[in-house]
């Protein structure tokens, strides 16, 4: 069966410090691997995506992800948080050619402290 | 450019009344749409999804139906809202062919609150 965890509900850090939102999953395929990021009251915005291209991923705002098959994970980095970071983090799974396999994590709240 | 829109942004309605809510695409022809759902501090629910005029496919049972009576417009309806109803609905899109590589382009949501 397919599933994603993300591993923190919740992730307060400083400003200026570096970001890590952990995310696992678990694919019997060989999966796309999603980061959206939410703010309050707003619809989804793609961060970045891997689909079995380059195993590091660099998105928008600053944020990497590295697709890491031994470990199932694709956890989400970013080296200074910056306070327009402070969201909604959703790592999602998508299986090829179903729609129905779109797998949405539980979603990382990231906090920045000043 | 593409852009999506959903209404109502905000919606307040009764348990057992009906519902109708619309999402709307510009800029592309024959996207696939998505409906989710995001109850309070959980992740999305897919919901349906579409990849032509009238060809809908459900993913939860439940009380709500879907159609895409325009290439570009997708509704979510219900004939009598429940309680468990209420919470964030996305509309979403991605450039067809269906694959596991699309990325999704998300509207701005409808925060639905059944009393």
């Known amino acids: 069966a397919q599933s994603v965890t993300q591993l923190d509900s919740h992730v307060s850090v400083s400003e200026g410090t570096p970001v890590l939102l952990r995310c696992n999953y678990s694919?019997?395929?060989?999966?796309?691997l999603f980061w959206y990021v939410q703010h309050p009251n707003k619809g989804l915005q793609l961060l970045l995506k891997?689909?079995?291209?380059?195993?590091l991923v660099k998105g928008i705002n600053g944020f990497e992800a590295e697709f890491k098959k031994s470990e199932t994970s694709f956890h989400l980095t970013k080296p200074s948080a910056h306070m327009s970071d402070a969201a909604e983090y959703f790592c999602v799974v998508r299986i090829y050619s179903s729609a129905s396999k779109i797998i949405f994590g539980s979603g990382t709240r990231l906090s920045i402290r000043p | 450019s593409q852009t999506i829109h959903q209404w109502p942004a905000t919606l307040v309605q009764p348990v057992g009344s009906p519902l109708s809510l619309e999402c709307t695409v510009e800029g592309t022809s024959n996207p696939n749409l998505y409906w989710y759902r995001q109850a309070a501090g959980r992740g999305l629910q897919l919901l349906f999804y579409s990849v032509g005029i009238g060809q809908i496919s459900s993913e939860v049972p439940q009380n709500l139906s879907a159609s895409r009576p325009q290439d570009r417009q997708f509704i979510l309806s219900s004939k009598k809202l429940l309680l468990s109803d209420s919470g964030f609905y996305l509309c979403a899109w991605s450039v067809p062919p269906l694959g596991a590589s699309d990325t999704q382009y998300f509207g701005p949501g409808t925060r639905l609150t059944v009393l």
């Open positions: 694919s019997s395929y060989s999966p796309s």
């Open positions: 891997y689909t079995s291209a380059a195993t």
